[in-house]
């Protein structure tokens, strides 16, 4: 695992007109920066800045010979202010939304001295960063690569971020039960079919669900703290694109110069296939190179952190194909 990094963000004053001082954290994996094209990882819900090595929750495709190789790339991943893993909190999270982290990771790149970037990605709640990066920055990237996520919050995923709300304050085991009920967003009732089949668990005389569930629960409950879940959950309620500007989506889509991939999973029932394709639909009447590309799988939002074949073959042609062109150049040199 590569050292934590942390920047000094002093004076920032949100969206809605609260003062922030606060440490930015990040890590940075692969070629020094300045040496190579360099990818901004965004991490999803209870993910941090340790993308790669030693406990990387992305090892399958970030790393040597992966699909982003860190043999050819830099790898810069910054953890949402608040999210525990630096140590740091934030109890007046509701001053907050993901458009400020978008303006909070942007600051920490300028403070990197980083000007362009070659591809930003993310999923889930990461993805939905990326959304906000490509708003506040339509010119930073040349790839931006939003997975299983939308650019704003639905009404569904609003609905559950507000009986994980109601979880997280009134449980007597917040986190553990929060947890429970989002792993029923996270997959599929045929993913749950397939894995348990109805088998139980004759030790502690449940279903193996069950028992799954509570081992879940068990586990981010030993690792999450209170305040980082809530800060994640409120934040992934209040993505929408649209809402600094008060104009529609089509206009900040043709603001955004590079590529954009839409990646979704077709049984997804957190983020929905169904509104990756209406957002795919309405940007490429505006737009033309931006592409979307399912992940088709059984397992749901889920797929995403599953599905690493698909992934790398759905975006081998994006980081593949710049590597390619690395060793020509190299060549040439």
Same mark, same amino acid.
């Given at each position: 695992?590569?050292?934590?990094?942390?920047?000094?963000? +002093?004076? %920032?004053?949100?969206?809605? !007109?609260?003062?922030?001082?606060?440490?930015?954290?990040?890590?940075?994996?692969?070629?020094?920066?300045?040496?190579?094209?360099?990818?901004?990882?965004?991490?999803?819900?209870?993910?941090?800045?340790?993308?790669?090595?030693?406990?990387?929750?992305?090892?399958?495709?970030?790393?040597?010979?992966?699909?982003?190789?860190?043999? *050819?790339?830099?790898?810069?991943?910054?953890?949402?202010?608040?999210?525990?893993?630096?140590?740091? =909190?934030?109890?007046?999270?509701?001053?907050?939304?993901?458009?400020?982290?978008?303006?909070? +990771?942007?600051? !920490? /790149?300028?403070? /990197? *001295?980083?000007?362009? =970037?070659?591809?930003?990605?993310?999923?889930?709640?990461?993805?939905?960063?990326?959304?906000?990066?490509?708003?506040?920055?339509? !010119?930073?990237?040349?790839?931006?690569?939003?997975?299983?996520?939308?650019?704003?919050?639905?009404?569904? =995923?609003?609905?559950?971020?507000?009986?994980?709300?109601?979880?997280?304050?009134?449980?007597?085991?917040?986190?553990?039960?929060?947890?429970?009920?989002?792993? /029923?967003?996270?997959?599929?009732?045929?993913?749950?079919? /397939?894995?348990?089949?109805?088998?139980?668990?004759?030790?502690?005389?449940?279903?193996?669900?069950?028992?799954?569930?509570?081992?879940?629960?068990?586990?981010?409950?030993?690792?999450?703290?209170?305040?980082?879940?809530?800060?994640?959950?409120?934040?992934?309620?209040?993505?929408?694109? @649209?809402?600094?500007?008060?104009?529609?989506?089509?206009?900040?889509?043709?603001?955004?110069?590079?590529?954009?991939?839409?990646?979704?999973?077709?049984?997804?029932?957190?983020? @929905?296939?169904?509104?990756?394709?209406?957002?795919?639909?309405?940007?490429?009447?505006?737009?033309?190179?931006?592409? %979307?590309?399912?992940?088709?799988?059984?397992?749901?939002?889920?797929?995403?952190?599953?599905?690493?074949?698909?992934?790398?073959? =759905?975006?081998?042609?994006?980081?593949?194909?710049?590597?390619?062109?690395?060793?020509?150049?190299?060549?040439?040199?």
């Amino acid at each position: 695992m590569t050292d934590l990094n942390k920047l000094n963000i +002093f004076n %920032y004053v949100s969206f809605n !007109g609260t003062n922030f001082d606060m440490e930015l954290s990040y890590q940075t994996f692969g070629l020094p920066m300045g040496d190579a094209p360099i990818v901004l990882v965004n991490h999803a819900l209870t993910g941090n800045s340790n993308v790669v090595g030693e406990g990387g929750w992305w090892n399958p495709i970030i790393g040597e010979e992966k699909l982003i190789d860190t043999q *050819k790339y830099s790898v810069v991943a910054f953890n949402f202010p608040g999210n525990g893993y630096d140590g740091n =909190l934030i109890e007046n999270y509701k001053d907050l939304i993901l458009r400020d982290i978008a303006k909070i +990771f942007l600051i !920490g /790149l300028h403070k /990197l *001295k980083i000007e362009s =970037l070659f591809a930003i990605i993310g999923g889930s709640i990461g993805g939905g960063l990326v959304w906000e990066m490509a708003a506040l920055a339509p !010119g930073l990237a040349q790839n931006y690569i939003p997975i299983a996520c939308d650019w704003k919050s639905s009404d569904w =995923l609003i609905a559950n971020t507000r009986l994980q709300h109601q979880i997280l304050n009134n449980s007597s085991r917040p986190i553990h039960d929060a947890r429970i009920h989002a792993m /029923l967003c996270y997959r599929s009732p045929k993913s749950f079919d /397939l894995k348990f089949n109805r088998s139980k668990n004759e030790i502690l005389n449940v279903f193996n669900v069950e028992s799954w569930l509570l081992h879940h629960g068990e586990k981010l409950q030993n690792r999450f703290q209170l305040y980082a879940y809530k800060l994640m959950n409120h934040l992934l309620s209040s993505i929408d694109i @649209t809402r600094a500007d008060e104009i529609n989506l089509s206009d900040i889509i043709t603001r955004i110069k590079g590529n954009i991939y839409i990646v979704s999973v077709d049984s997804d029932l957190f983020f @929905t296939d169904y509104h990756s394709r209406n957002t795919f639909y309405k940007a490429c009447r505006v737009k033309d190179n931006v592409f %979307y590309r399912p992940i088709k799988s059984i397992h749901g939002h889920d797929a995403f952190l599953i599905e690493f074949d698909q992934l790398k073959d =759905l975006l081998s042609d994006i980081f593949i194909k710049e590597k390619a062109s690395l060793l020509r150049t190299l060549q040439k040199i």
